[in-house]
């Protein structure tokens, strides 16, 4: 098998380390994951190496390889930025992994692996413009048009988990801060975290000791508290994804992250979606994502070949 044919994916979380071989069409032929060194950066590019050689002796073959991270490296610099892993911020990590590899590796977002997962073969398959949305310990997003990863020249396109929460949803917003250093950030109210800190304002509690999945179990079983909690996250969501449809106006918006497991959230949304939009009609799509825990791992692996892709790294 040569260099093309077999495409690697790594996935850098915040927990794991997971790689992943995919064949041409897209079939998964072997899959590693280890947990994540934790503060030691260059541990991180020899954990790659080390996954990356691992699958390449249990196939036989070399591979292309693309690497998903949180954040991303800057356009202007090529060093990390935005990475709540902080430790990767400031390194050359697409300059490391080449030399470490001994070949280019495409290094993205882990919100725009996400997308172009979805867009390749998931719930946006055969859309023209795909929406990706990340709802999970973070807020993130990507943009996949006609099959290429949209990346702009700043390399922030998607990202509008730090655009401001839009305030007119009829519900109080609290006056928040974002570790980015601005107020009010959509992540702040829209991630797991900031689904839960919400919780916890609106029944009194100084912590917030119940996460997204144990306040949709709540809901479920009838608990008004948490049924109007959730119903205050479907509106802000939609109110926010209102001005990346009134911008982007994508054929359909994919949910992704934690937040999105919640069954109900993706109907509710949709339905709340029209009212925000600036348009007489709205019939975007909400869906949640086909490839679930996969699809960052999957996306990084179609960072090749380029025709899925807007360009290499700079
Ligand atoms: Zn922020």
């Not at 690497?67 to 930025?81: D, I, K």
């Not at 939009?277 to 960052?296: E, I, K, M, Q």
């Amino acid at each position: 098998m040569s260099v093309g044919a077999l495409r690697i994916g790594v996935d850098l979380g915040g927990t794991k380390i997971e790689a992943i071989a995919l064949d041409a069409d897209g079939r998964e032929l072997a899959r590693r994951r280890i947990p994540s060194p934790s503060s030691d950066y260059r541990a991180v590019v020899e954990a790659v190496r080390g996954l990356v050689a691992g699958l390449e002796v249990d196939l036989g073959a070399t591979a292309t390889v693309g690497v998903g991270t949180p954040g991303s490296p800057s356009s202007a610099t090529g060093l990390m930025r935005n990475a709540n892993s902080t430790q990767l911020n400031g390194e050359p990590l697409p300059a490391d992994l080449a030399h470490a590899l001994q070949r280019e590796v495409r290094v993205e977002n882990d919100a725009n692996c996400f997308a172009l997962s979805e867009a390749v073969d998931g719930a946006g398959a055969g859309r023209g413009t795909v929406f990706g949305v990340i709802l999970g310990t973070g807020v993130g997003g990507g943009i996949v048009h006609a099959g290429r990863l949209w990346r702009g020249p700043n390399a922030i396109a998607g990202e509008w988990g730090h655009n401001e929460m839009p305030s007119r949803t009829g519900t109080a917003l609290a006056d928040t801060l974002c570790y980015c250093g601005r107020r009010r950030c959509i992540e702040t109210y829209l991630s797991g975290p900031g689904l839960a800190a919400d919780h916890a304002r609106s029944i009194g509690a100084t912590v917030a000791t119940l996460d997204a999945h144990a306040i949709a179990a709540l809901a479920a079983a009838g608990d008004r508290a948490a049924q109007e909690t959730l119903a205050r996250y479907a509106e802000r969501l939609a109110s926010a994804l209102a001005s990346v449809v009134n911008v982007l106006d994508p054929d359909v918006i994919v949910l992704g992250g934690g937040v999105s497991n919640i069954d109900t959230l993706a109907a509710n949304v949709a339905a709340r979606l029209p009212a925000h939009v600036f348009s007489d009609r709205c019939t975007t799509p909400v869906v949640r994502n086909r490839h679930g825990d996969s699809s960052g791992v999957r996306g990084a692996a179609w960072l090749w070949p380029s025709r899925s892709y807007a360009g290499a790294p700079d």
